[in-house]
């Protein structure tokens, strides 16, 4: 399924043949609608049928939970993985897309990774972190402005500048800080996450708001087999980048 804002398209394969090809709408309801209808129509049981998809964020959600609900396996695939998978290519449009997406969960049907939606507390935490860090970029943003252009202004012009700005900053101090209680609140209230984050706060350097971020990104522990996996996931892993006798 090729999954945008509005719309999925399906390209549905039996064998290395195109089924059914449709576009429906990227809703929960017409999502799980047609999943069950489908299978109903055809005869097909959910253990015969995989749902394979590029991860797309937040347009993908209809998509986990419709799945969720109808008990279909769904694989969300890294769209890089997908993209580099199929060789030189002519033109683009979201039809093509789903058979290439399609033809990919063909091939390499021995590589599934089956999705599983993430626990409540996890998905809050998700969001509320990422809430976090929109408003600790804009108030990092009004700061520098706020110190970088007092000598570069009309003193006059600063002053008045300045008082909008702070008045910026301490609404933007004062979200932070409700998000962070909220983020404390969530923690406290499960044994596990509780236990990881004084774990990963036990660790020189690491702080709070860095411990939260790991827990999110690895889904409590639970999305990396081994911590050599993480570190590529976090980009810290090294590689290396030679050819021949170039570098």
């Known amino acids: 399924m090729d999954v945008s804002k ?21 809703t929960i309801s ?9 299978l109903k129509k055809h005869s097909f049981s959910v253990s015969n049928v995989l749902v394979c998809a590029e991860y797309t964020g937040k347009y993908t959600y209809p ?40 033809r990919y969960a063909r091939r390499y049907e021995d590589k599934v990774c089956l999705f599983l939606l993430p626990e409540k507390s996890i998905s809050s935490l998700r969001e509320l ?3 976090q860090e929109l408003y ?12 970088d252009e007092k000598g570069f202004m009309n003193p ?22 409700q998000i962070e209680g909220k983020i404390q609140k969530i923690i406290e209230g499960d044994e596990t996450l509780s236990h990881q984050l004084n774990l990963l706060c ?7 708001r860095t411990a939260v971020k790991v827990i999110v990104e690895t889904n409590a ?27």
């Open 202 to 208: 036990s660790i020189d350097g690491v702080g709070e």
């Open 129 to 131: 972190v990422s809430e």
């Open 30 to 38: 017409c999502i799980e609608s047609f999943l069950q209808g489908f």
């Open 221 to 247: 522990f639970r999305d990396f087999s081994d911590a050599r996996k993480f570190c590529c996931h976090a980009g810290v892993a090294p590689f290396s980048y030679t050819s021949g006798s170039c570098i």
């Open 156 to 177: 006059q012009d600063y002053r008045e500048k300045s008082e909008r700005l702070k008045i910026l900053l301490k609404d933007l101090k004062e979200v932070i800080r």
């Open 63 to 102: 998509l986990c939970l419709a799945c969720e609900r109808v008990g279909v396996d769904l694989w969300l695939e890294n769209p890089y993985a997908i993209k580099h998978s199929g060789g030189l290519e002519r033109g683009k449009n979201d039809r093509q897309d789903a058979r290439k997406i399609a």
């Open 6 to 26: 509005q719309t999925v398209d399906v390209c549905v394969l039996s064998g290395d043949d195109i089924f059914l090809e449709r576009q429906i709408s990227s």
């Open 136 to 147: 600790i970029v804009d108030k990092k943003k009004y700061q520098g402005q706020l110190t």
